[in-house]
């Protein structure tokens, strides 16, 4: 439930994180914008900052969701179950499972491992924006989620129905699901094709920087050294890129992705990469602001 400016567009972001704030409401009616990386708060007063145009939220999070699903069934006993319910997830889970809580609306985490003998009905709002995250495995995570999601419905031999949301219906995750793809190794064929996990390893340099300038110049120079290390022949470097979330307590953020083929070259490889950014690190005079994240998640 992010907000954006009708004059100007503009959505408003955590100046400390470069992520959407995202719009709550108070008990007591009044309204604020929090950042879910840092934990940041500012009130909410409905005009844009840039232009003084007014604010309107757009998406649909799960505290809309909620406020729509009051409308349509106001006899019905409603609940949810997000980041925001952090400390009272047990009482909220406990009174679903004894039928206190006719509709429960909730993230991913609904998904993991409950098992709720009355229900009925599992929907899942928007799947395809499973598919669209920025990772090799997205594919095989949606497909390991909405199964997670459709075991939660119809248990111990009673039917239950499961809706999924989409724009994509012949999509391959969809047809796994359903049982009618006709190629069920698919995933693990593309894997190979673009050469990643398990045919390879995958390591992400991440670099931070306060000062975006330096950052931008100091990532290209070491994917430039990394690229020149003597990688074995298969190996390839891409990047720097920048993440989803570009900056984090006012760091800049820039990944350097290597991809090293698991063959008898991968011991050396491993140790070249750290090898050489000990190096430039010591060349640059640069130091602390590279990471290494071996088979990143």
């Given at each position: 439930p992010v907000v954006q400016c009708q004059e100007c567009g503009s959505i408003l972001k955590c100046d400390r994180c470069d992520v959407a704030l995202s719009l709550h409401h108070r008990l007591d009616g009044s309204e604020k914008l929090v950042c879910h990386y840092c934990g940041r708060v500012k009130e909410y007063t409905g005009k844009c900052p840039e232009c003084g145009g007014e604010l309107l939220p757009?998406?649909?999070?799960?505290?809309?969701?909620?406020?729509?699903?009051?409308?349509?069934?106001?006899?019905?006993?409603?609940a949810r179950l997000d980041s925001d319910n952090h400390g009272s997830e047990a009482d909220i889970i406990k009174q679903f499972e004894n039928g206190q809580i006719d509709i429960l609306i909730g993230t991913r985490m609904v998904a993991k491992g409950f098992d709720f003998s009355g229900l009925s009905l599992v929907a899942v709002l928007q799947a395809d924006s499973l598919l669209g995250q920025q990772d090799f495995r997205a594919d095989e995570h949606a497909v390991q989620l909405l199964e997670q999601f459709r075991g939660r419905c119809g248990r111990r031999s009673e039917k239950g129905l499961f809706i999924i949301q989409t724009s994509q219906p012949d999509h391959p995750v969809y047809?796994?699901?359903?049982g009618t793809a006709q190629d069920t190794g698919s995933f693990i064929a593309e894997r190979k094709l673009f050469g990643y996990p398990p045919y390879s390893r995958v390591i992400n340099i991440i670099v931070r920087d306060y000062n975006l300038q330096r950052l931008e110049l100091m990532a290209r120079s070491l994917a430039d050294a990394i690229s020149r290390s003597g990688l074995s022949k298969g190996s390839s470097t891409a990047g720097p890129y920048s993440p989803p979330v570009e900056k984090v307590a006012?760091?800049?953020?820039?990944?350097?992705?290597?991809?090293?083929?698991?063959?008898?070259?991968?011991?050396?490889?491993?140790?070249?990469?750290?090898?050489?950014?000990?190096?430039?690190?010591?060349?640059?005079?640069?130091?602390?602001?590279?990471?290494?994240?071996?088979?990143?998640?």
């Open positions: 757009v998406g649909a999070g799960t505290q809309k969701i909620e406020e729509e699903a009051r409308v349509l069934f106001p006899e019905a006993k409603i047809k796994t699901i359903l006012r760091e800049h953020i820039r990944i350097i992705r290597v991809l090293l083929p698991k063959d008898r070259n991968l011991k050396g490889n491993k140790r070249i990469i750290p090898e050489t950014l000990e190096r430039f690190e010591k060349e640059r005079k640069y130091p602390g602001h590279a990471s290494l994240d071996v088979d990143p998640v």
